[in-house]
């Protein structure tokens, strides 16, 4: 604020200049435990799942189905190694990126090293695939699959981390585990069928298309459907903006009903009407957040690998040559020190799967941030304002109940006669 007679600066309200500012708070949740590990579990499931498709429909592939679903064979070899690559054995400047010795590499899986537009990338997989002019029925089915599969595991992790992050931006206030795994039970059904009510918008439009499409087979055919093709076109643009809407706004419902307690039908009006009302604003703060997140992406993957590296290096100390075999995936072991390696493998993986819980936390945080600031650019809704439910798990306590005696007065229900003409 300024003196006004002096005209001297005493403060600057930054959060109300520049409210972009708040995406600056996303790293600090994005690294708590709670975040860390759901974005961790929830991670491996996807690729667990994806991985499981992949190879399910891996029999009869070709060089046109690689193309299309190559992607997912990556994890179909090891969803774990697919997933813990991203993070190296030591920390830069003594290793690199890359895969550790011994297992399988997962080329092409990790797309954008950042925290934003790589989960962005990842998770959207799929749906981009379908729209391949090479996928065959079985590469449909296999996408179609992964992408339902990745949606019923995100409607669940992605509304807690959404919740836990909406109420702490907004109120400065921390909800427990048993609320926000509530909050994303009783909502799930509301976060799995946001992104599929455009999907069947699609379809709907689609439909027209696909029928007249099987006179083109005829000549005559051909100039029947040239005529009414101005009605193709329409449905093809309805299925443009729904599909930009979607593949734009889809990271906006889950924090949408997080932050509002509301349903589908609301993430989804609120996420088209902020994409098409505000892109410049949600590219503005996407890149913000980009970059903020890369950096703090730097900082816990050499975390992790630093927590891994130096206790491989004071473990060689006593341990001898066996620690650089262990290192080295224990592929020269055999029996009890293979098995003995195999489990220290774990553990280090467990650090690794850790740090890249880090990349989907931060994601649904931003996403989190993000939403209120275009909320606010939109809708002009302050950015404290969320919704709190009731936890049941807490005890109430109210007034007992009362009655009125015989003067007239009102005393406890429960109370004797005696005690309460006494008082």
Known sequence: MTDIESGTLRSVAWSEMCPWLSIFRTFRLAVSPRILLLGAVAILLTATMWGLFGWAFSGDSTAADAAVTGWTQPYAKSAWAAVTEMVPDAPWPLGGPGPAEGYPSAAGTDLPPDPMFGPWARLSRPLWAIFSPHATKSDLACLLLCGISSLAIWAFFGAAITRIVAVQLASDERIGWGSALRHACTKWVSYLAGPLFPLLGMAAAAFPIWVLGWPLRADVGVLVVGLAWPLLLAMGLIMTLLLLGLIFGWPLMWPTISAEGTDSFDALSRSY????????????????????????????????????????????????????????????????????????????GCVKLVAVGFIYGYFWTAATAIYFLLRRDVDATEMDEVFLDADQSEETFGLPPLRTDAAGAPVIADQPPEEAAGN
Do not use: D
């Not at 604003?281 to 996407?286: D, E, G, S, T, V």
């Not at 890149?287 to 891994?308: H, K, M, S, Y």
């Not at 650089?324 to 774990?346: D, P, Q, R």
């Open 273 to 348: 009407a902020y994409v098409f009302q505000r892109p410049i604003h949600y590219l503005f703060y996407a890149c913000v957040a980009a970059v903020f997140g890369w950096l703090g992406w730097l900082l816990v993957q050499n975390f992790a690998a630093g927590v891994i590296w130096l206790t491989y290096w004071a473990a060689s100390w006593s341990g001898g040559e066996n620690v650089g075999v262990i290192m080295g995936a224990g592929k020269s072991l055999e029996g009890i020190g293979y098995a003995g390696s195999t489990v220290i493998w774990f553990w280090a």
